[in-house]
Nanobody, 118 residues
Framework: QVQLVESGGGLVQPGGSLRLSCAAS????????MGWYRQAPGQQRELVAS??????TNYPDSVKGRFTISRDNARTVSLQMNSLKPEDTAVYYC?????????????WGQGTQVTVSS
């Protein structure tokens, strides 16, 4: 069993910043990819940022230059969000995929709400 626990969401004004964190726990040998996705009401879940074990990062154009993902340690990832816009409002989910003893895993966190509004 792998658990992902997110923290750091909240309400922020346009142009403001927030930092999300996600910590993984369980019998994990290693995590290959950790990332953040978001889902706004009535829309599909979309990738916001991801980082691999080797440090390669990936961002969609909508957040490039504003969001930064960082791997704090082998089991923790953070997402620094700057210059936030109302369209960034969504539930943000942490995702991780890797290897357990004898199997692989892909897990989601419970989600944290980010609201950008004046």
């Amino acid at each position: 069993q792998v658990q992902l626990v997110e923290s750091g969401g909240g309400l922020v004004q346009p142009g403001g910043s927030l930092r999300l964190s996600c910590a993984a726990s369980g019998s994990i040998l290693w995590i290959n990819v950790m990332g953040w996705y978001r889902q706004a009401p009535g829309q599909q879940r979309e990738l916001v940022a991801s980082t691999t074990r080797s440090g390669k990062t990936n961002y969609p154009d909508s957040v490039k230059g504003r969001f930064t993902i960082s791997r704090d340690n082998a089991r923790t990832v953070s997402l620094q969000m700057n210059s936030l816009k109302p369209e960034d409002t969504a539930v943000y989910y942490c995702n991780a995929a890797g290897v357990l003893v004898g199997s692989t895993f892909g897990s989601w966190g419970q989600g944290t709400q980010v609201t950008v509004s004046s």
